[in-house]
């Protein structure tokens, strides 16, 4: 994995997701929400599908901050 740029609103890195062989997208941010509406959200996201946005994977939380994986 490696850091493609910083910004105000977190670190974006790009990693290569080892099933499908794409290059996916990761943004580390802060956590501000609660449990239940992070997984409301993360749900939501998953259910998403279009070609005019970009895909969504998953959301991990580790040491107080979100993983947003997405491509």
Known sequence: MRMMRVSG???VFVALDK????????KR?????ED???KSESKL???CQS???VRY???LRRE??????CC
């Open 57 to 59: 994977y998953d959301v």
């Open 51 to 53: 070609r005019y946005i």
């Open 19 to 26: 099933k499908s062989n794409d290059l996916v997208a990761i």
């Open 29 to 33: 941010v802060k956590m501000v929400m």
């Open 36 to 38: 239940d509406q992070i």
């Open 64 to 69: 107080g901050k979100l993983w947003v994986c």
């Open 9 to 11: 609103f977190g670190e």
């Open 45 to 47: 996201l998953k259910e």
